[in-house]
């Protein structure tokens, strides 16, 4: 029983012994490197209409601009008057709001995605 305990213990140091002195390898980032692509964050933002033209597409999605004077937002998302591009994009009105008649003065809720570089 002890000449197994003693060969086991052995083994392991081995193994320890053997980790420790293995080099760490890490890959210097080249032109290709994932660290250097852009990535999508996602943002959520908030403020008053100030003018949209929307056209009407299938299952809810609305192609065209929104003008929104941007009273709060994460992310790094933009502050202030901002005007933001739709391509067939998820668009919800509250009950009784015509979507080919926005009123400016309306509140707004943007839900979307910016594209950035890392840190």
Do not use: W
Request: some cysteine; aromatic content about 4%; charged content about 15%.
């Amino acid at each position: 029983m002890k000449r197994i305990a003693a060969l086991g213990t052995l083994g392991l140091l081995a193994l320890v012994v053997s980790a420790q002195a293995a080099p760490h390898y890490s890959p210097a980032p080249g032109p290709g490197s994932h660290r250097c692509l852009p990535h999508s964050v996602g943002y959520n933002a908030s403020g008053t209409l100030l003018s949209a033209s929307l056209t009407a597409e299938e299952h809810g999605r609305y192609s065209g601009t929104l003008e929104v004077d941007v009273n709060r937002a994460n992310h790094r998302a933009m502050t202030g008057e901002e005007l933001f591009t739709l391509a067939a994009a998820k668009v919800r009105f509250h009950h009784g709001v015509d979507p080919t008649a926005t009123a400016p003065g309306s509140r707004v809720k943007l839900h979307g995605n910016i594209s950035q570089a890392k840190r």
